[in-house]
């Protein structure tokens, strides 16, 4: 007989205190092959205020689109420098930062490849459960026939996609809207 | 790839709704739009491993972590963690975070000078399961203490956890309770979760193969994450 399922709770205003030790935002060693990224942005709630207290844990594949678990049985090399896992509390004004390499395309339902994402979870005081997010890259062609892109409403697709920052070839800004106008996609995951 | 299986979804009621008005924190931060429905792929069916996390005993001891002793009632909080189907998950780390003795919180946002701090309690550890999906800490029975969420709230005695788990399906951040707290059919929190039998999951139960002698009382957490849809052949 199946067990039920531990309840989720929120992580409530005092997480940093269990977490901090845990804080990766420089996800990949400089030796590490691929284009190495910094994704900036921030967390606003319905108002548009920045959300301090708030907590985005990142998972990715590397640059040759292989994850360094062993349920990936892709023919791919995995690197020493990369794990994959990022973990980034905001700060005062809901802005966070990391540095990462660019994923690669991994495999999604029926072998198609999936456009190169980030898979995302939020954890703030305010959320019971967290929000399971993915950030998508701009021009990017595998993003017209990406299977969960697909699933999202053409005018909220946006959300899920990185911004080139002006005049920069390496940085991206993407910003989490938890409510209201421009509300980025969550997914039930 | 075609075909793989993904970890169960939630039950309606057996998960809290993040829209719940009783929460006050949760009125400008939770989504009005619903979630869109994502069937699991390779990157919801891995997630971050701990294989090579160092182990670490003296971060399984909250009590004298940072010297001295900790002042309060000392407990033992053990537990297992498994997936619906009653599999052990192994080696997977599991955090936990709580207030003082008191009821106060080692952070800026805590601050509140009739409650002191304690400087033997630093209120954060962690530990790995080993191949039963065991885990095992030793601390102080956290403090009660009031929140701005309603007139006269507050929150019932409680330790934050936080464990991954195999995938990033099956990450999990939760709270564990006290059995017999006076409190619990008051906090929104805790009654966020509708189905009475997945809310009392989060109730510690009282354990007299834990406790110690002359020491500290043994308290019982086990902890459930999503199952598999189906085997996967390899496993």
Redesign the interface.
Known sequence: M??????????????????T??NCDCLAAPGVAGKHIVIAGRVV???G?G?P?SLL?T?Q?NSYGK???????QDKPIEPGF???GRIPTDDDGKFCFSTIQPGA??????QP?AP?I?V?I??????????TRIYFPDEAANETD??LS??EPQ?RGTLIARKVPGQDVQFEWNVV???AG??????? | ????PGYR???PG?????A?SG?V?????????P???????????????FEDFPDDPKAADLISGRGGTAIGERIVVTGRV?????RPVRRT?V???Q?NAGGR???L??QRPDVPLDPNF???G?TLTDAEGRYRFVTIRPGEYPWHNHHNAWRPAHI?F?VFGP???T?????MYFPGDPLLPFDP??N??A?E???T??ISAFDWETTIPNTALGYRFD?????RDRT?M?L
């Open positions: 199946a067990l039920i399922p531990t309840p989720s709770q929120t992580v409530g205003p005092y997480f940093t205190i269990g977490s030790r845990g709630d319905g108002d205020a959300v207290d844990e998972w594949a994850y360094a678990h062993p349920e990936d049985t794990r994959g896992y991994v495999p999604g339902p029926d072998g999936q994402h898979a979870s954890f703030a005081r305010g959320l019971m459960r967290r929000l399971v299977f969960a699933r999202v909220r938890l409510q209201g509300e980025t996609v969550f997914f039930d995951c | 790839m075609a075909g793989i979804r939630t039950v057996q998960q809290p709704i993040n719940y929460y924190s949760s009125h400008k931060r939770a989504p009005s739009q979630l869109i429905d994502l069937p699991h792929t390779l990157s919801e069916i891995t997630g971050p491993t498994r997936d619906e189907d009653g780390l955090e936990l975070w207030a919180y080692r952070h946002v805590d630093e209120g954060c962690h934050h936080s995938a990033f399906a990450r999990l951040v939760t709270q929190i805790y966020s979760t189905d039998e997945a809310r999951r989060l902890i459930v994450l999503s199952g996967p390899e």
